[in-house]
């Protein structure tokens, strides 16, 4: 035993300890074995046991637009909708945002936040020869698939401020009604899908609430833009949803 402790016991003011000395050596010795610290357990580890662990959940990494289009699109409320495809619950969904075109995976709502306001088919006397998109205030225009602008033009007649893309494999898109285009974009440029090429308006010849009118053609253009409009014209829902 240690002198200093010897000399504390033999004092008659501490007797009370005794009984605690004599186990003392034992005690330190059961210590020695079980009181050494254990291995630091990293955070990972105690997730595992039974008690609840209150964490931060991990935050989902927000995709670019380019590569996550909506896959769910509501029906616009209050307005006569011709054409509306199938939906559940009100709200056009798909698997995959895409249809294929000839090779050529396409968007189908190439937008931002907008609703569908009207199908591709009969509408009224007329044949509507795409699909629309709305939102009161406007919303952004996307590339449905990677392409070169071949026309960006207004045209007072009809389609307003338009955009036609060329896809390749004789696919084309085109965006009309538009309020403004993306600054800097002209003829000629290289889009990428996603990439924003203006905003949703209501020019040319509508009368429609603000809207995009987004279609897609297929065929061989010629040197004059206005052989578009021969092209075929392609109900976008009705292809497969992926070019395999
Ligand atoms: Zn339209």
Partial sequence: MPKQLNFFLKDPRHSFALPFASFLPIALALCAISCSSPPPVKKTQTRATSSPVRSTPTPVKEIPR???????VPMCPKMKISNRPATTNGIFKRAISTACVN????????VGNACFSSGFGMRGRSF????DYHHRSGTAVYAAAPGKIVALNYRPMDFGKWIILDHGNSVYS???????????IKKGDRVARG???????????????????YE??????GANISSYFKLKSIDLIKQPSYCR
């Avoid at 509507?128 to 699909?131: A, E, L, Q, V």
């Avoid at 085109?174 to 800097?184: D, E, Q, R, V």
């Avoid at 990439?195 to 009118?213: D, F, P, S, V």
């Fill in 103 to 110: 090779g050529v995976n396409l968007l189908i709502a190439p």
């Fill in 66 to 72: 380019k590569s996550s289009p909506p896959l769910a």
């Fill in 195 to 213: 990439q924003k090429l203006g905003t949703m308006g209501k020019t040319g010849a509508t009368t429609r609430a603000i809207h995009l009118h």
């Fill in 128 to 131: 509507h020869k795409g699909i």
């Fill in 216 to 221: 897609v053609r297929q065929g061989k253009l």
């Fill in 174 to 184: 085109a965006y009309a009604h538009l309020a403004s285009y993306t600054k800097n």
